[in-house]
């Protein structure tokens, strides 16, 4: 559970503390993610708009992946860039929506930016027109490339090596979750304000949960003991928990950020056909991976290794991922490599 005070902080007064667990840091990256939480409101106004405008349904094009985008993906991605690509903050940057990586226009580019931001702008897009909640995820590094230009090799990190990394939820109510490494932090965006406001800080996910999502159309080419651990969820045991209940919204960002305040165990594992499964490393994957973690929780490859060990090699790179409350984690490990 997270705690709450009487004090009343903003998201820039947060960030702004937060900085003094890094040693000789020039604010940068504080100013950086007050920049996502400007990004955010102003994609946020845009989806609170979406049913009263023309905005909703298809864009009529597909994205570098191959889904079908929606106008608010390029809403999203497109104001992501207008507050990013003049601020000297970001050497590069990577989106869903975006097939290569999005250098910074020569005139603002420069050898002293020192991040590298990913996003994937909308996720859980196609819930829009069902009105149910949407988000955006965002991974920032080091840059590790030395010229004027940042380069794919800076968008190609680890998830371990990830700075900052959070999500701005779209739902009944709009709630920015950060972490630097120093626990997770959540803000919920008072719209007379046009502020974030801390309203849950240093937030944990219950050691352990009543609830496992994942999508069921696939039950029948999951490996057999990711069948038999699902089934096993199903029996009747009350002393373990049992059974558990189902949950799938559809939409990461969702089922995630309902995970890490309720429990459990959310699931996008690979299939015979797609042995990566759908969920993207870089834009989705690892950067709720490391807030899951950093609040206490767990997300792991179906071989029970850490999805933030795990070295990308393709920006729209996609893995098989499982993540949630630790004992759930452990539990679903135990079944996977054979070991329960
Ligand atoms: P996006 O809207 O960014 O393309 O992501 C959609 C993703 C993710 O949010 C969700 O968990 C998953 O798609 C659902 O996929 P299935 O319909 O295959 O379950
Ligand atoms: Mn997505
Ligand atoms: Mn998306």
């Excluded at 009747?236 to 189902?246: L, N, Q, V, Y």
């Excluded at 490393?281 to 792991?300: D, H, N, R, S, T």
Aim: proline content about 4%; hydrophobic content about 40%; some cysteine.
């Amino acid at each position: 559970m997270a705690t709450f005070s009487s004090k009343i902080t903003t998201i820039e007064r947060h960030t702004l503390q937060q900085q003094q667990f890094r040693a000789g840091a020039r604010g940068v990256l504080t100013q950086l993610l007050n920049d996502v939480a400007t990004a955010a409101k102003i994609i946020n106004r845009e989806v609170r708009r979406a049913g009263l405008t023309d905005i909703l349904g298809d864009e009529g094009s597909v994205n570098a992946t191959g889904d079908e985008v929606k106008k608010l993906d390029v809403y999203a991605d497109k104001a992501i860039y207008r507050v990013m690509d003049h601020t000297g903050r970001v050497c590069v940057m990577a989106s869903e929506e975006v097939e290569d990586i999005i250098s910074i226009p020569e005139e603002f580019a420069s050898e002293d930016a020192p991040y590298v931001l990913m996003f994937d702008p909308l996720d859980g897009s196609s819930n829009i027109d069902a009105n149910a909640s949407i988000g955006t995820i965002f991974s920032i590094h080091r840059r590790v490339s030395t010229g004027k230009h940042g380069t794919k090799e800076d968008c190609l990190q680890a998830g371990h090596k990830q700075v900052a990394a959070g999500y701005v939820i779209y739902g009944s109510s709009t709630v920015m979750v950060y972490t630097t490494g120093h626990g997770v932090h959540g803000f919920t965006l008072d719209p007379t304000l046009g502020e974030f406001l801390l309203s849950a800080e240093d937030m944990r996910i219950p050691t352990a949960g009543s609830i496992y999502s994942v999508n069921e159309r696939d039950t029948h080419s999951w490996t057999p003991e990711l069948q038999e651990y699902v089934a096993w969820l199903k029996q009747e045991d009350p002393a373990s928990r049992r059974p558990r209940t189902g949950r799938y919204i559809g939409s990461m960002i969702a089922d995630v950020h309902r995970t890490l305040i309720k429990g459990g165990i959310f699931m996008y594992p690979g299939t015979v056909k797609k042995p990566s499964g759908k969920l993207r490393l870089l834009y989705e994957v690892a950067p709720l991976a490391w807030v899951v973690e950093q609040a206490g929780g767990k997300a792991i490859l179906a071989d029970g290794s850490s999805v933030l060990a795990v070295q990308p090699t393709e920006l729209h790179q996609r893995t098989p991922v499982f993540m949630g409350s630790p004992a759930d984690v452990d539990e679903c490990a135990a079944f996977l490599t054979g070991s329960h």
